[in-house]
Structures are given as C-alpha cells and as structure tokens.
C-alpha cells in the first residue's frame, strides 16, 4: 500500500493506492469542509504537518514511524525547519516546539523540503531550496538525530546548464538505496513565466556530490504568467510506502 499526501491550499489530504496508479480518497471524517467532513483532510493548520516521509530508522518510536517536515520562520526572523509526528500518518502533533534546524541562506525552505532515513547513510538526509546568484537551487544537510545538524552543503552539478530548482523531490531507489532519485520541477533561468519542465536525475553519493544521470525529461508543461507550478503537476507533496507493506501491492 502506498500513500501519497496531495496539497490544497491550506489543508493536507491523503489517498492512498495498492499500484502506484489506481488512488482512492478515503473518508476520514477528520475535518470539515463545506460543510461536510466526508472527506479525505487530514490537517487545516497553517503551521504544519509539512511534508510527509515513512521514518524507516530501526530505532523508531511507533508513535513516531510518520515523519514530516515544515519551515517557519521565527521571531528573530530566522527560517527553521520543524517535525511533525504520527504514528499512523493521519493525526499528527508537533515533534518539538523548537525547529530541528535554522538556516541563514538566502531564500532558505522556500520550497518543498524533504527528509528521509537514508539506509546507505545511517542517518537523516535533507533536501532543501536556497537562492544562490539569483538561481534557485538546492542544499543537503544531515543528522543522526533530527536534532544535531552537520553544514549545510549546497549541491555541485559540475558544468551542466544552470538552471531553476522549484522542487527536488529526492528519494532513495529501494532496490539499491545508495542511489537516490530526484523527482525535480526545473528551468532555465529567465524562463519561469513560459515554461516548466519536469525532470528526472539520478543521483548517487560519490565524493559528498551528486551525479546526473542522461534521462530525458519525464513530460513538459506549459504554462502562462501568473500561473503557479504546482498547480499544473510539479512533484510537490509526499508519496511513501505504507508501514507494515512491502511496497508490491
């Protein structure tokens, strides 16, 4: 069973699906919307649950197996990154009042940002969006234990064409999971009002740095001024694998 966490402006839904094809919306009965809570809501709140991941850590706590994160930024005007728990990716509460991790880069989570176990690594690895040079662009971070934070290190994609990271939506390839697959939104630079394009790069820790991997991109989207990507497909929120499933349907 597979789960997949779509957004809507101000409210988190779920649906959920056997194939990776077929998805169903369950009525949760959580939520109230036009006035009715036959829905698929799992949150309203402004602040949070953020981005949701399946916590495949060994050591963690059943309460605690779903994982998301989420940016705020604080009094003082610092942007920091903070985590949700639940133990059935349903009903969610704050892990801690105090963010994981702040960050001072320019443009810091403006984005969806992703955390995942990473299996290889033994640790927690983040993806996250910064500007760099006018270009949106990405850093990695990690952590034993969502606490404790190592450099913020933003990623090195050599000479390859500069372009527009709207999303990065990485994720490691269960079948060989020091590789990670990044489910990206990009552009050139320049070309954010007229076109978006939907890539796919393989990546592969080597050296600290990412690899690109020469596939061509998954589909292209046209889109006019005003318009937002996210709206018109870009990856934006989680899918994961279901606890307690094999991932096989």
Not at 185 to 210: I, K, M
Not at 214 to 219: I, K
Request: proline residues 8%; aromatic residues 12%.
């Amino acid at each position: 069973m597979k789960r997949c966490w779509p957004n809507h402006p101000h409210y988190l839904c779920l649906a959920e699906s056997r194939d990776g094809i077929t998805w169903t919306k369950p009525s949760l009965g959580l939520y109230e919307f036009q006035g009715s809570k036959d829905n698929n809501i799992i949150s309203a709140a402004e602040d949070g649950p953020g981005v949701p991941f399946l916590d495949t850590n060994p050591t963690v706590q059943p309460s605690e197996r779903y994982k998301a994160a989420w940016a705020k930024k604080g009094a003082d005007g610092v942007w920091g990154m903070y985590i949700s728990v639940s133990p059935d990716g349903l009903h969610w509460k704050k892990w801690r009042e105090g963010p994981g991790f702040t960050s001072t880069l320019p443009n810091a989570f403006d984005s969806v940002n992703l955390i995942f176990w990473s299996e290889s690594e033994n640790q927690y690895v983040c993806y996250f969006r910064f500007m760099t040079q006018s270009v949106r662009s990405i850093v990695r971070t990690t952590s034993k234990d969502l606490i404790h934070w190592t450099e913020q290190v933003p990623l090195d994609f050599g000479d390859t064409p500069v372009e527009h990271f709207y999303t990065n939506g990485t994720t490691p390839y269960f079948r060989a999971p020091d590789l990670y697959f990044a489910f990206r939104s990009a552009s050139p630079p320049g070309e954010r009002r007229s076109r978006h394009a939907e890539s796919r790069h393989l990546r592969r820790r080597l050296h600290g740095q990412p690899r690109r991997h020469p596939l061509d991109p998954l589909y292209r989207v046209v889109h006019t001024a005003g318009s937002r990507p996210e709206e018109l497909g870009a990856p934006h929120y989680s899918c994961v694998q279901r606890a307690g499933t094999d991932g096989r349907g």
